[in-house]
């Protein structure tokens, strides 16, 4: 469509160009925000807009009814969006200048863009069917060729590969590695980072069984019990089976003391070996 804005002198025109430029994407003056805001935002709905190639060279969803919007910041910074996908404002100005063209004192600016040559050129020549067919073609053969420098490269390069190769190879021969050492090394990290905890939490345990200076440990309690109950089963046989079980008890209850506590001295840690 064409479309012409006229009015008198201070009717506000150049306002409405400066909003549809910084739409388009061309540069933004700080005098454009408000006074006393920080920010000055623009807003554009294009409809019937066509399915342009920008929006797949710039993962943009395509949509015929284009909202574009941009933030210029007292800062310099800018926000720009395009049916809610971030872009840069060059990127902006490469999809503003095929949405439209501003004819002024400057006539005409995408004239001058020599991106845009080949594609007035095509447009012009109705080339659009022979375009799309040798973008496919092109496409295939681009893909060929990376395929192709993918699987081959120069001797320097293989030379190159095999001597890291080598060197990886050595390096894993030397460590000697065995079959699920990778786990004992992680159960040994993880003692190694909680040290303190384990040798707190054995000291506590051994306490517990051990007993301290001012109390006796469950060992000691146990063993009192048991010697009470034998004392008390030589003057009724009732008490027998009751001296049996905490006899067992106790029994048990020492050998899991002797293990803890041999378990604590076996607690050895160095912070270099972490």
């Known amino acids: 469509g ?55 060279d710039n993962g943009v969803e395509y949509d015929p009814e284009t909202v574009v919007q941009r933030e210029i910041f007292l800062d310099g910074k800018n926000v720009c969006r395009v049916n809610g996908s971030l872009v840069t404002v060059s990127i ?39 375009r799309s067919d040798y973008g496919e073609k092109y496409e295939t053969v681009a893909k060929l060729r990376r395929e192709i420098e993918h699987l081959t490269m120069d001797e320097g390069e293989k030379l190159r590969r095999m001597e890291t190769l080598k060197y990886q190879i050595a390096e894993i021969e030397r460590a000697e590695l065995e079959p699920g050492e990778d786990e004992k090394l992680e159960d040994r990290r993880k003692i190694l980072q909680n040290a303190e905890k384990l040798s707190n939490g054995m000291e506590t345990a051994v306490e517990c069984l051990y007993g301290g200076d001012d109390s006796d440990g469950a060992a000691g309690l146990l063993a009192q019990a048991e010697y009470a109950l034998a004392r008390l089963s030589r003057f009724s046989d009732s008490f027998s089976a009751l001296h049996e079980r905490v006899a067992d008890l106790m029994y048990q209850v020492q050998d899991a003391a002797e293990e803890v506590r041999d378990a604590r001295d076996d607690l050895s840690y160095s912070a270099d070996e972490l």
Do not use: C
């Open 92 to 130: 902006l100005r490469k999809l503003g200048i095929q949405l439209i063209n501003i004819h002024g004192q400057h006539d005409s600016a995408s004239l001058f863009d020599e991106d845009n040559h080949l594609a007035f050129l095509d447009a012009f020549a109705g080339n659009e069917l022979l």
């Open 2 to 56: 064409f479309t012409v804005l006229t009015g008198e002198t201070g009717a506000g025109k150049s306002i409405v160009i400066d909003a549809i430029s910084a739409i388009l994407g061309e540069r933004a003056y700080r005098d454009m925000i408000r006074t006393g805001a920080n920010k000055a935002a623009v807003r554009a709905v294009f409809t019937g807009v066509p399915k342009l190639q920008w929006f797949e």
